[in-house]
């Protein structure tokens, strides 16, 4: 990716995909309470391109935002949806123009949630995840971590085609 990708990432907020265990380490020393004991980050994704002071990420039990406002940051506001109360959501690739991937989850007595992701952001594991979590109702001690992520030897940063994204749909 070029300066100016990077520069668009930063500027429009994009969010890029980290590292989960080391996120949740980082997130449990700074924030010891936050997590639950048996709650495990499985994706996790900080704005601005990578840069940026907010997060998100998904746990095996809830979706949850920090957000930090203000010019300081010191104020926080968290904001915690559990996957049982998403009732839809929606994966967009990045297309010629709109050079960013998207993703909306639509939960239950909370305006739509929308997450803009970095062009270079693998959605299938994604998408597989909220598949597994918010189609087939799996719960906290079906979802393991270690089920999600790129396949060893794929190349994270690799464009995902329409076609791909259907040929991970699950069959009932």
Excluded at 55 to 73: C, P, Q, W
Excluded at 148 to 170: H, Q
Aim: one cysteine or more; proline letters at 4%; charged letters at 30%.
């Amino acid at each position: 990716m070029g300066v100016l990708g990077k520069a668009v990432d930063f500027v429009g907020c994009n969010s890029k995909l980290v590292d989960a265990r080391e996120f949740e380490s980082d997130i449990r020393s700074s924030d010891p309470r936050l997590l639950q004991a048996d709650e495990k980050v499985i994706f996790a994704f900080r704005d601005r391109g990578g840069k940026g002071r907010d997060s998100s990420m998904f746990t095996n039990k809830r979706y949850l935002i920090k957000d930090k406002r203000g010019v300081t940051g010191k104020r926080i506001r968290y904001t915690s949806i559990p996957y049982t109360s998403i009732r839809a959501f929606s994966l967009e690739t990045p297309g010629d123009i709109d050079d960013d991937a998207e993703l909306k989850l639509y939960p239950r007595g909370k305006n739509r949630v929308k997450l803009d992701l970095v062009k270079s952001t693998d959605i299938v594991p994604l998408q597989n995840f909220l598949s597994d979590v918010v189609i087939r109702g799996k719960g906290a001690g079906h979802v393991a971590a270690d089920d999600y992520g790129p396949a060893p030897g794929t190349n994270v940063g690799s464009k995902t085609s329409f076609l791909d994204m259907l040929g991970s749909n699950y069959s009932q």
